[in-house]
C-alpha cells in the first residue's frame, strides 16, 4: 500500500511499510543507545545517562562526567559510522546490482585502511580532522582503480571479481605495513586495522557529524535516480538518465560515506550488506526509502556489537569490528543462498 504526500504539485508516494517501519527503527535506536549509556563496568544510575545528555558538563556528578565523556561519544561514533557505512554499502549494492557488494569486498575499506596506515607509519599520529581526509583519499583512489579497471564490468558482477582482486592485494600491502614497524606500532595499528570504537572520543564524534550533515542531502537528493539503475543500465538511459555518469558518482558517494569511519573506527565490515538486505526485507526496493530505514538499522547493528563486545566478556573487551564479522559471515552466506534461489525460481 503506497500513500501519496502532496507539496503543491509535488506528489511524494511512501509506503504504508515504510511510515509504520520507519519511526519504530528509530525508536528502538534511541532506547538501545540509552541502554549502552547505562551499561558497562560500573554501576551507573539512569539520572546520570540523562544527565550525561541533558546536562552541561559544569553541572555533572562524577558518574555523569565519565559517561559524558567516554561513553556517550562512542554510542554517537557508533550510531553515524553504522549510519554511514549502511549507506555505503547500499550505494554500492545498485552500482554493481549485486546484493553482495559492501564497502570491504570492493576494496574501499583496505584502501582507506592503507592510506591511513601508510600516513600514520611514515608521519607518527595525524589531527582526526586529516585523518579523514586521508582515509577519504585511500577510499577514492581504490574506487577510481575500481571503476577503471571494471569499466566494461560496470553493471554486472564483473565489478565484484575486480574488488575483491584489488582487496586481496590490499590486504597484502595491509600486511607488509603492519610487519614493517616497531613491536609498539604493530599493537596500535593491529587493534585499529580490526575495527573498534574503544578510543572514540569527542573531536571523533564532530569530525564524523561534520561528514554526515554534508553528505546527506546529497544521498537524499540523489536517490532518486538511483530506481532507473535497478532497471539496468540501458533501461536507465533510455529513461533519460545519464547512466554512466551516475554510476561512478554512487561508488565515489559511497567512498565519501566510508571513509570517514575508517579514519576513526578501522574497517569494519559487512554492516552495508546486513543492513541493506534487511530494509529491502522490510520495504522493498524503492532505493529513498531502502537507504533510510537501512541507515537506523546498520546504526543499531554496530551499536549493540560495540555495547556487547565490551560487557558480555568483561574485563576483557572484544572489538565491534570482530562482533560484526561474526554475524556478517553468517549473513553473507545467507544472502548468497538466497539470490542463488531467487535467480534459480526465475
Known sequence: ???????????????????????????????????????????TAPA??????????????????AIADFRLPRVQVAIMAG?????SGYLLQVVSRNGLADPGILGLSDGATVAVMLVTFLYGPIAVGQLGL?????AVATAGLVLGLGRRLLTGGGIILVGLSINIVLGAVVEMILVSGTSAQFAQIMTWSRGTLGTADGPDAAMMARWFC????????GSRMLHPLLLGEEAAMALGLPARAVLVAGVLLAAAFAAPVIAVCGPIG????????????????????????????????????????????????????????VVGALSFILVARTGRRSRASS
Open 83 to 87: 549510519a554511514m557505512m549502511a549507506a
Open 214 to 221: 554534508l553528505l546527506m542531502p546529497v544521498l537524499l537528493l
Open 1 to 43: 500500500m503506497t500513500l501519496t504526500l502532496r507539496m503543491g504539485r509535488i506528489s511524494l508516494p511512501i509506503s504504508l511499510r515504510f511510515v509504520i517501519a520507519a519511526p519504530l527503527l528509530l525508536l528502538a535506536l534511541i532506547a538501545s543507545a540509552y541502554l549502552a549509556l547505562g551499561v558497562g563496568s560500573s554501576v
Open 48 to 65: 546520570d545517562v540523562l544527565a550525561a545528555i541533558l546536562s552541561p558538563r559544569e553541572a555533572l556528578s562524577p558518574g555523569a562526567r
Open 134 to 138: 586521508v582515509s577519504l583519499v585511500g
Open 270 to 325: 559487512f554492516i552495508g550488506l546486513m543492513s541493506a538486505w534487511i530494509a529491502r526485507g522490510i520495504v522493498g526496493e524503492r532505493p529513498t526509502e531502502v537507504v533510510l530505514i537501512a541507515m537506523p538499522v546498520g546504526a543499531g547493528i554496530l551499536l549493540w556489537a560495540d555495547t556487547l563486545g565490551r560487557v558480555l566478556f568483561s574485563p576483557i573487551t572484544v572489538s565491534a569490528g570482530i562482533m560484526v564479522s
